[in-house]
């Protein structure tokens, strides 16, 4: 069980976010930020992800909650519950930290982290992306990456309903 304890020690509350925080700063860490629902965890997730966290020194994935990824993706959304999302980024050895947010854009958390460098997928212009003012305003930048061709969350729920 000591893993697991290991695991659960990177899904984070809001204080204890802050907390690690002033932690990362006094070391001089520098700080990536991303977000999004990651329902049904794939290569272009990892991909992704690994990409994201090569920008910094730690990286903190915002998560969305199951009432805001089904506001968002609708209602047969997640397909897995955030308890189990949560887990299963949490033990990707190059992600730092996780954290729920409700909300539909994790505008609050930008704010919370203020992190160095905030990331989004390549689909999304700069402009586009929630918090980039916010982040560049402090003096980080945003980053968009490509994504892995072929790989969706879509494309799996896809796959698995042609198979019924």
Known sequence: MAKLNNISE???NQEQLKARLNVWRLLEKKIVFTNGCF???HLGHIDYLAKAADL???LIVGLNSDKST???KGPNRPITDERSRAYILASMSFID???????ETPINL???VNPDVLV???????DQIVGSDIVIQNGGNV???EYLPGYSTTLIEKKIKSLQ
């Open 120 to 126: 989004k997928g390549a689909d999304y212009t700069i």
């Open 143 to 145: 980053q968009t990456l």
């Open 97 to 103: 930290a996780v954290i729920l947010f409700d909300e």
């Open 10 to 12: 990177k899904i984070f």
């Open 39 to 41: 329902d049904l965890i």
């Open 110 to 112: 930008i704010r919370l």
């Open 56 to 58: 910094g020194d730690k």
């Open 70 to 72: 089904s506001d968002i």
